[in-house]
């Protein structure tokens, strides 16, 4: 099985074109700027090239993060990574491969599917790390809400994309 890039590079894009609603006027601007205490100057002082090309990067790097949890048929080949046989067809362990997804290859590869580990991922996951550091930094629950409900719902957007996409 593959890695499907294209795949990948789109849900990418997922984080940074949400955040551009999410965190813009239409819905939680002002409250993130205020439980942030972010002002208007602060924000438009940022190198914003800088800031969006490093943020695709780590949003690539979640992408290939969820493609190993969304995608079932992707552990199949970390069981037998270490098999001599795995890179040629003609192996014992290449032909079992091979017959195993003509017949399963497809099975759990849906948005729906893909949206709902992603989304446990960023419930679990992502708001962890963000509600540890937010308890650090004294930054409020609403804080928390609206940052987390972010990444779950990118999350769940990322893993639909990159499950479905075959």
Same mark, same amino acid.
């Given at each position: &099985? ?18 551009? +609603?999410? *965190? ?10 205020? %439980?942030?205490?972010?002002? %208007? %100057? ?10 969006? @090309? ?14 190993? !949890? ?9 069981? +037998? &990574?270490? #098999?001599? @046989? !795995?890179? #040629?067809?003609?192996?014992?362990? @290449?032909? *079992?491969?091979? #017959?195993? &997804? ?18 446990? #991922? ?13 308890? +650090? %930094? ?20 990322? @893993?639909? !994309? ?5």
């Amino acid at each position: &099985m593959t890695i499907n890039w294209l795949a990948l590079l789109v849900a990418a894009l997922v984080p940074l074109l949400l955040g551009f +609603f999410w *965190y813009g006027k239409a819905l939680f601007n002002d409250a993130w700027m205020k %439980e942030a205490g972010m002002t %208007e %100057e602060q924000i438009q002082g940022g190198n914003m090239g800088k800031i969006f @090309g490093i943020s695709f990067v780590m949003s690539l790097f979640i992408a290939l993060a969820l493609n190993f !949890i969304v995608i079932h048929q992707m552990h199949l080949y970390s069981i +037998f &990574m270490n #098999d001599p @046989g !795995i890179n #040629d067809p003609n192996s014992e362990i @290449g032909k *079992y491969l091979a #017959d195993f &997804m003509a017949k399963n290859g497809s099975n759990f590869r849906t948005f729906k599917h893909g949206a709902i580990h992603g989304g446990m #991922d960023g419930f679990f996951l992502a708001t962890s790390v963000l509600g540890i550091n937010a308890l +650090f %930094e004294r930054k409020s629950l609403k804080y928390i809400a609206i940052n987390s409900g972010y990444w779950i719902l990118t999350m769940a957007i990322m @893993g639909g !994309i990159i499950c479905a996409w075959q």
